[in-house]
């Protein structure tokens, strides 16, 4: 699952499709734009 | 079978017997014979033409199908079936399956009679009040039923700003003529009413007023003010059951602002000046059913029939139509905390807001079409109408900013199409528990918005994609736990540059 925290909540995702073609999925887990592949919810102080 | 013959020169006649002639059967079914070394011609047609062919132990004949059957209603075509299909036409209306009056066939026409629609059961005056005066387009004039109740204190307060010469006649055999601004005060004494007594819904007994007014140049009428005089106590009226009034000089009319009729069943309002405020004048009608309104005349709309109106319609008992042609004072709240469960088209083409619009108005079903083509903000416009069906359509303009929450919580909407969102800059939570939620279409949409938990398909997503603008900025659509989130085309919309997050 793809996580983000933004404004005090963690977003999930398991797709991610951005703009320029690139798509965060299970099988390409990149961080990009604050989203990060986590097997389980990080705690906050875990955000890169 | 016999041959002459020439044995040496002895003609002898020989006898002999030739094969028997075949019986020739097809499928069983003796179709003739032939003679022993002869032949038969058995003909095979297909519709009276020679058809088929020998496929080495059998003549096959293939036939092309029938084509399939056009199905149509009324002349309408609706579809095509499969020929030898069955046909089952299922007949319903909102209340469940319908059983057909009679079925009759004639040729391949079925005719269907259904049976007659109820007609529908508006609110009926209760036959025990007393008759209103005529009041009518041109008669200049106010009429009003008010209980007078048993066990209650009794207080009718009436201010009228005036430059004519005009009367209150108070029902009970009493008159007042009006000096211009003075709030006059009536208390009315149960025993001396002479008319009929009733008994409420609260097994409460009431007697009745028929109070009359002539309205010549009137301007103002307040019936709903309160009274502080020493004798009687802070009064609210509460008394008012069934109010007409015809007055072509009234720009402010005030029946439930200040206190509040909430026994009023019947508002019949003929005529205005050339507008009318609503600052809130007509609130807490709680009781109302029938409202005949200048809408087109509604100039100052804040709060206006705000806080638990009736579920009322219009004279014809057709849902309101409210045609607010002139209304550019906009306020919020017009109808929100409403108990109306229908509703026609709202047609606001100058308001600049509708605000909390129908807010919370639990009970709402059905609404028309709405022209909001002047609104900036539809914040809130419908938030909270949880029993809100069907696909809202608002006409909206590049004037809009906000949709703020525009039908969060309305758990049962179908759709939502907003005409124009290219300006639109706040979308925050604009269909926040939309559950039902199968179509949006937001026109040039540019921000980001979270579409998430709704029920919309691959396709209704491609569509809601199609529908948006080119990403001011980066912007991310959130459409996640929707039936076709994960096989939705989102490079329509990332090809618009917005980034798409699914789950």
Known sequence: MFYKFENNEWLTALEIHFPDGTILSSSNRIGKDGWKWYDEQPYEDEII | ?503
């Open chain 2, 1 to 503: 079978m016999s041959k002459v013959i020439d044995i040496n020169g002895s003609i002898r006649t020989v006898t002999y017997t030739t094969g028997s002639p075949a019986d020739i059967t097809v499928n069983s079914v003796s179709v003739g014979s032939a003679p022993s070394g002869g032949s038969l011609d058995i003909v095979v047609n297909l519709d009276g033409s020679p058809s088929g062919s020998w496929d080495g132990d059998s003549w096959e004949i293939t036939s092309d199908p029938f084509p399939d059957t056009t199905l149509q209603v009324n002349g309408t075509t609706e579809g095509t079936v499969a020929s030898g299909s069955t046909v089952d036409i299922q007949l319903s209306d909102s209340g469940g399956v319908v059983t057909p009056t009679s079925v009759t066939q004639v040729g391949n026409d079925f005719q269907v009679v259904l049976p007659d629609a109820a007609a529908p059961t508006g609110w009926v005056r209760p036959s025990g009040w007393l008759a209103l005066d005529t009041v009518g387009v041109g008669t200049e004039n106010f009429s009003g039923l008010f209980a007078v109740y048993e066990t209650q204190k009794n207080v009718n307060t009436i201010q009228i700003t005036t430059s004519g010469v005009n009367t209150i006649n108070w029902g009970d055999g009493t008159t007042q003529a009006v000096t211009s601004s003075v709030l006059y005060t009536k208390v009315y004494d149960y025993a001396t009413i002479t008319s009929p007594v009733l008994v409420d819904e609260a097994g409460l007994n009431y007697k009745m007023v028929v109070v009359n007014i002539n309205m010549d140049n009137v301007t103002v009428l307040y019936i709903d003010r309160n009274t502080t005089a020493t004798v009687i106590g802070n009064t609210r009226n509460l008394g008012w059951l069934d109010i007409a009034v015809d007055c072509s000089t009234i720009t402010t009319f005030s029946p439930s602002g200040q206190g509040f009729s909430v026994l009023l069943q019947r508002l019949l309002i003929y005529n205005v000046g050339a507008f009318i405020n609503g600052i809130p004048a007509f609130i807490q009608l709680a009781a109302l059913k029938v409202l005949k309104f200048p809408f087109e005349k509604l100039q100052s709309a804040s709060q206006t029939f705000t806080n638990n109106l009736g579920d009322c319609r219009d004279e014809n008992n057709l849902p309101l139509n409210l045609n607010l042609t002139i209304n550019t004072v906009s306020g919020a709240n017009v109808l929100s905390n409403s108990h109306l469960t229908e509703l026609g088209n709202i047609t606001a083409p100058l308001r600049n807001s509708f605000q909390t619009f129908l807010f919370n108005s639990i009970l709402l079903k059905k609404v028309g079409n709405i022209d909001a083509s002047a609104a900036s903000n539809l914040a809130s416009t419908f938030s909270q109408s949880v029993k809100l069906t069907g696909i809202i359509n608002v006409t909206t303009s590049a004037t809009l900013t906000s949709i703020n929450n525009v039908i969060g919580g309305c758990f049962l909407v179908d759709g939502l199409i907003i005409s124009d969102c290219t300006n639109v800059t706040n979308t925050t939570n604009a269909v926040n528990g939309c559950k039902n939620l199968k179509t949006l279409i937001l026109t040039g949409l540019t921000r980001d918005i979270t579409v998430d938990d709704c029920l919309m398909e691959a396709t209704e997503i491609n569509a809601f994609f199609t529908s948006l603008g080119i990403a001011v900025g980066n912007r991310t659509i959130f459409i996640r736990r929707n039936p076709g989130s994960a096989t939705c085309d989102t490079t329509i919309a990332t090809g618009k540059g917005f980034t798409v997050v699914i789950l």
